[in-house]
């Protein structure tokens, strides 16, 4: 038996059904449902437009996201395969985000040679802890205004003073490696440690000398900061900062961006004081002398694809390929002087976006040439004739003589250069460059219309190995960059430092230090792996690495005198 036991109150019956809960909830499902609405029909411009897009099946609500879940390696692997089918553009849908991938060079010249498109994707937003608004991720004219004060900072003039850290750093990481001969080790954390050190030294002009316990701690700082970024891109759980937050990795992460901004700002600090003092030179390590600048010879450099020796597709200038004359004697400054003197002198830049850019140096300087110069190294040990013939062009540069590497001798390194290049085609250390969609983009190989809204992605990595550009792509070959083939290739084809008015501002800085410290290796061992490319597993969290690490075996080698010229 139950009983129905009536409210004694009347009014306070009706009271509860209108509390402030049941008012809210009575509320919420129309608000939603109005939401869901404005939001189907906010979308229906770039539904419309996806439609016309090819792309694998997906699921309802769910799109393609199943297919990006597992080990780094099977999903990069998925998604190459996955890719095979499309050789123009592909559309993925993870969940409601549209994901459209660029492969032809004349899209890709589109998107990259654009000052409209330069917003960079939502996902950038991991790095913000640490770089903030740094030139990395800020965009609009705050952007604009801080590279053109920071593209100067990396013109060639500048770089050639930085040889003498590129030498002594590259003669010590082939000391520390020595105790490695014969043994197979990852030449990674080594390529990584070194470009850490030449980086505090050029960038903010930590020199060895001054450098205590705090430079070290930064080092290791870096380096495990850029392992919980990769970490967070891989495991799609943490994208929102909710989760991240309450995962160790976020406690981790405090702690490490502690260690990093109190040097970059106790560095700040001492430079400014260093400028207020007037004995900037005595702090300012890196000061350039003028006096040792260069000439190159004029007949070096001369070639349609002098580029090249620096990173980028014949014919493609940027801002990084102003005349030397163009860099006047006030420009010449490294680049935390140069930043430091735009500050005193009442400019464009505060302490903290000061910081910002620092830090963004440090970071995108680092990771991409440690997975540069050991997928290098890695295709040395694999491919040992080739490795003979540039063994063979270092002995004719420098016989047996273990002298430091001038820059004249950098431009007569043609055969390392191509295959420097060759590298970066076949694993491009930023296998793919994203940027959000704000207005429709209509490619110039089809008739598809990107909707705004759309995350765009050059697919690097694909590009790089297109059939119809590079015959047998997945072939190892540095005549890839002889320059007769270079010339007729699409300038887009080719685009592993990015290109355009967003293109790498480290490009030409990259280049020489990788050409310093690769020839140093290589003058000193000769590479051998014991893995054929087919082992290789491929991961891209942000950067290209090979999961199971860069394993290789180096032996010391005999340097053979110059041949006598005839
Ligand atoms: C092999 C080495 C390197 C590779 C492959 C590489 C590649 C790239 C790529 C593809 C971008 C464009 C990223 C995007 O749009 O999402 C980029 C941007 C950038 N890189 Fe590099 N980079 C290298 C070395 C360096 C070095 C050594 C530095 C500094 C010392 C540097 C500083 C920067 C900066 C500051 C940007 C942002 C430029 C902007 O948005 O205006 N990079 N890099």
Same mark, same amino acid.
């Given at each position: ?13 009706? !009271? ?34 996806? *439609? ?18 597992? %080990? ?66 800020? %965009? ?19 770089? @050639? ?19 490695? !001969? ?7 954390? /080594? ?17 060895? @000398? ?38 160790? /990795? ?13 040097? %970059? ?7 400014? !004081? ?15 002398? %003028? ?15 002098? #580029? ?15 005349? *030397? ?44 040439? !440690? ?120 300038? /887009? ?6 290109? #355009? ?11 020489? @230090?990788? @050409? ?51």
């Amino acid at each position: 038996m139950s009983a129905t036991v009536a409210p004694a109150d009347p009014l306070m019956a009706n !009271a509860n059904i209108a509390s402030p809960m049941n008012v809210f909830y009575f509320l919420l499902a129309p608000a939603l449902l109005l939401w869901f609405i404005y939001w189907r029909i906010s979308r229906q411009h770039m539904l419309k437009l996806a *439609e016309k897009i090819p792309g694998p099946p997906g699921l309802p609500l769910l799109g393609n996201a199943l297919e990006l879940i597992g %080990t780094s390696h099977s999903v990069f692997r998925n998604v190459i395969e996955k890719g095979k089918d499309f050789n123009q553009v592909i559309k993925i849908w993870i969940g409601p985000k549209l994901i459209v991938f660029l492969v032809d060079p004349r899209d890709v010249e589109l998107l990259l040679s654009s000052h409209v498109y330069i917003d960079k994707s939502p996902e950038y937003r991991f790095f913000k802890p640490w770089l903030g608004n740094g030139l990395l991720i800020s %965009t609009g004219h705050k952007w604009r205004q801080h590279r053109k004060l920071i593209a100067p900072t990396f013109h060639l003039n500048v770089l @050639k003073s930085f040889i003498d850290l590129f030498n002594e750093n590259s003669r010590l990481v082939v000391e520390k490696m020595h105790k490695e !001969a014969g043994k197979t080790f990852d030449c990674h954390d /080594y390529m990584s440690e070194c470009t850490v050190e030449i980086l505090l030294e050029t960038a903010m002009g930590v020199s060895k @000398k001054t450098q205590d316990q705090s430079g070290f701690d930064y080092a290791m700082a870096v380096m495990k900061m850029c392992d919980i970024l990769h970490l967070r891109h891989r495991k799609m759980w943490l994208y929102p900062d909710l989760f991240f937050n309450m995962s160790q /990795y976020a406690k981790r992460q405090v702690k490490l961006l502690d260690t990093i901004h109190s040097l %970059t700002r106790k560095v700040i600090r001492n430079k400014k !004081a260093a400028f207020a003092t007037g004995t900037r030179g005595s702090l300012a390590e890196t000061s350039i002398k %003028t006096a040792e600048f260069e000439k190159p010879k004029s007949n070096i450099n001369t070639s349609t694809v002098e #580029g090249l020796s620096f990173g980028q597709s014949a014919n493609l200038k940027d801002d990084l390929d102003v005349d *030397e004359n163009d860099v006047g004697e006030k420009k010449r400054l490294a680049f935390l002087d140069l930043l430091l003197e735009s500050a005193e002198n009442g400019a464009l830049i505060s302490d903290e976006e000061i910081k910002n850019q620092v830090d963004t140096i440090m970071f995108e300087g680092h990771d991409t040439t !440690a997975a540069g110069s050991s997928f290098f190294l890695s295709m040395m040990g694999i491919h040992q004739h080739i490795q003979d013939k540039v063994i063979q062009e270092l002995d004719d540069i420098f016989g047996d003589s273990d002298r430091p590497a001038t820059f004249q001798d950098t431009l007569e390194m043609k055969y390392l250069e191509r295959c420097l290049m060759e590298t970066l085609r076949m694993y491009p250390p930023v296998p793919i460059i994203a940027r959000s969609l704000k207005q429709d983009l209509k490619l110039a190989s089809s008739d598809i219309v990107v909707p705004s809204g759309a995350t765009i992605v050059v697919a690097t990595y694909k590009l790089h190995r297109l059939e119809t550009i590079y015959p047998n792509p997945n072939v190892f070959d540095p005549d890839n960059f002889l320059p007769e083939r270079q010339a007729n290739r699409h300038y /887009y084809a080719f685009v592993p430092f990015s290109a #355009g008015p967003r293109s790498c501002v480290g490009r030409k800085y990259a280049m020489l @230090k990788l @050409k310093v410290i690769l020839s140093t290796i290589l003058r000193n061992f000769r590479v051998i792996s014991d893995l054929k490319e087919e082992d290789f597993k491929l991961q891209a969290d942000i950067i290209l690495k090979r999961e199971e690490g860069f394993q290789i075996r180096l032996e010391p080698r005999q340097r053979k005198p110059k041949a006598a010229k005839a």
